[in-house]
């Protein structure tokens, strides 16, 4: 089955970075993507950003661009998501998700990473 294990979140000040993994198992189909979304308190989720694995394409929220990139490990089977400069906005619960394209909806989802930007 499929299994998405998320580390790399905490609390960081505003203007700071983090770098969050995605490591991820069982994918039975040919194509398949990794994704990020998040959840604010209080708030829906949101897509972030996604890579197909298959061609390293990437997709990233208009609101993240410029500050956070996806990249994959395929030798390791782990995604990350390198945020710099870091603005309050940003918190928010992290999730890795995956599919067999960044189209969303995304079928599978981790447990989710705190990621806390206060000074």
């Known amino acids: 089955e499929v299994q998405l294990v998320e580390s790399g979140g905490g609390l960081v000040q505003p203007g700071g970075s983090l770098r969050l993994s995605c490591a991820y198992s069982g994918f039975t189909f040919d194509d398949y993507a990794i994704g990020w979304f998040r959840q604010a308190p209080g708030k829906g989720r949101e897509g972030v950003s996604c890579i197909t694995i298959s061609d390293g394409s990437t997709y990233y929220a208009n609101y993240v661009k410029g500050r956070f990139t996806i990249s994959s490990d395929n030798a390791k089977n782990t995604v990350y998501l390198q945020m710099n400069n870091l603005k309050p906005e940003d918190t928010a619960v992290y999730y890795c998700?995956?599919?067999?394209?960044?189209?969303?909806?995304?079928?599978?989802w981790g447990q989710g990473t705190q990621v806390t930007v206060s000074s």
């Open positions: 998700t995956a599919d067999t394209n960044c189209t969303p909806p995304p079928g599978y």
